[in-house]
């Protein structure tokens, strides 16, 4: 270990920065958010670096650098760019044994900053010793979408519990207890913004640790359209913490291998005719692991509220007083149509956008087909591949341009995607000749016809564009 890291108080500590540009002010920056007391010295000092200074109770002078700037300093800080004058800095800090740094000189610094993930009272320092900031920057990044950005409220939470909990509890007990309480419900009840109810079970597991010790929880996941990139940082989460994965035929497998390890995974199936399981038996199985204690992830495509029967699995689950929370997904709209470049919403072309079920009742979209045909608008039609003809027929039947141009996403977002490209009057016979499987999302309106110049991302299919009448 080269350097020894360690955690300095400069609350109302007067510490001097020599210089005014841009570093000099990010470094302003980060010892004013420890309530540091800034001494700027400087012929000229950025407007932001002199708001800091006053914040604190700090002074700025405009002028040279004189060696009495370091009186009453705990820390120096050099950011100039003259070599001769940040030496003297160094030189005349390190004879009165003031930590001093010297940015990008770390032969005259004694300490050096690191990278910051700052959940306070949660703070995480990361150094590599000034051999690899970048690297450093990076360890960086992985721990902030790592690490909830709640953390802080949770430690606040530990701190205002810490003395009962020591009273109560010798220190192996002490320690189990924490873990508990940082990586289960508690923690849960914060990161959802229940902080009263994350304070009251916190009291009531002290008060009965027994009593409370196994209460499971549901969480509800949108898993996106297919790539795994898609999944927000919450769900990601939770999916490392499950104890048991319920899934559906749309989670692709690059998802579900984030999950963790160790977890069960349970298939429910969900094809159009092969209901692998009953919705009914889903609902209830929730329920029924929840109660066992487990950490329950309900994963499901795209966004769970959006045709996903998110709505039905919870309802069960809120009548039985189960914890649960939702996670929302990138829908297959927003997915689809980000990787087939075709904005959902335009101004020359579309001021709004309909999502709607191809799913036919009795033979037929059981949707307002007149409204549906007027112009302005984007249609993006979910499971829409078996009703496809008669889904462009009406359209037509009701005003809608037979050359409103159309597009078909296959398998959206993953490395299979294929987009095929024709109108009301083609898309269907377009489809017929190419081998379409689903899952497949149809979108009709004239932002289609961006396609041709925003389509950005490439599958590995062979024909992943086909337009009608193209060869
Ligand atoms: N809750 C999901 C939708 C479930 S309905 C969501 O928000 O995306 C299932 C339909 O979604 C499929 O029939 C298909 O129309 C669409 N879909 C889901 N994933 C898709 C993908 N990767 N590419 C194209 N369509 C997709």
Redesign the pocket.
């Known amino acids: 270990m080269d350097y020894f890291p360690v955690f300095l108080d400069l609350k109302q500590r007067t510490c001097l920065i020599v210089g005014g540009g841009d570093i000099a002010t990010r470094k302003g920056r980060l010892l004013a958010r420890a309530g540091a007391r800034l001494r700027i010295v400087a012929p000229s000092v950025s407007d932001e670096l002199v708001q800091l200074a006053e914040q604190n109770g700090g002074q700025v002078h405009w002028r040279e650098y004189a060696t009495a700037d370091l009186d009453g300093c705990v820390l120096a800080i050099a950011a100039t760019d003259i070599e001769t004058l940040n030496q003297q800095v160094s030189d005349e800090a390190q004879a009165r044994y003031l930590p001093v740094n010297v940015v990008d000189s770390p032969a005259l610094c004694t300490y050096i900053t690191p990278a910051i993930v700052d959940r306070s009272p949660l703070v995480i320092a990361i150094s590599s010793g000034g051999e690899a900031p970048v690297l450093a920057r990076m360890v960086r990044a992985k721990l902030e979408t790592l690490i909830p950005a709640t953390y802080g409220r949770l430690a606040q939470l530990a701190s205002r519990w810490r003395e009962r909990v020591k009273s109560a509890f010798v220190e192996a007990d002490r320690r189990r207890f924490w873990e508990r309480i940082f990586q289960g419900p508690v923690a849960e009840l914060m990161f959802s913004g229940r902080e009263q109810e994350a304070e009251q079970l916190l009291g009531d597991t002290l008060a009965a640790p027994d009593a409370v010790d196994r209460r499971g929880e549901v969480a509800l996941i ?1 898993g ?3 790539d795994p990139e898609l999944l927000t940082l919450k769900a990601l989460r939770l999916m490392q913490q499950a104890d048991v994965v319920l899934y559906d035929r ?1 989670v ?1 497998p690059e998802v579900m291998e984030l999950v963790r390890r160790d977890a069960d995974r349970i298939y429910v199936g969900k094809r ?1 005719s092969d209901h692998a399981m009953p919705q009914q038996n889903i609902n209830e199985l929730l329920v029924e692991l929840a109660q066992e204690g487990k950490r329950v992830v309900r994963l ?9 029967r ?1 709505g039905e699995e919870i309802e069960l689950l809120a009548s039985h007083r189960i914890p649960f929370q939702v996670v929302p ?8 149509a980000a990787y087939a470049g075709i904005p959902l919403t335009h101004r020359d072309h579309a001021q709004s956008v309909r ?1 709607i ?3 036919l009742k009795d033979g037929q979209p059981n949707v307002s087909w007149p409204e549906l045909a007027m112009p302005g608008q984007t249609l993006v ?5 078996v009703g496809l003809s008669e889904i462009c027929q009406a359209l037509v039947e009701h005003g809608r341009a037979p050359g409103t141009p159309v597009a078909l ?6 490395r299979d ?1 294929r987009v095929l490209i024709g109108d009301l009057a083609t898309i269907s016979d377009l489809v017929a000749a190419n081998d379409v499987h ?5 979108i009709v309106g004239e932002v289609v016809t961006l396609h041709g110049q925003l389509n950005w991302f490439v599958s590995d299919r062979k024909h992943a564009q086909i337009v009608a009448g193209e060869e």
């Open positions: 949108g996106g359209p297919g749309l692709s159009r499901k495509g795209g966004d769970p509220f959006i045709f996903g998110g997904g990138i829908t297959a709209a927003s997915g689809c999502f079920t191809g799913h039609f979910y499971m829409g591949l996403v296959e398998k959206g977002t993953t995607q689903g899952p497949t999302l149809l």
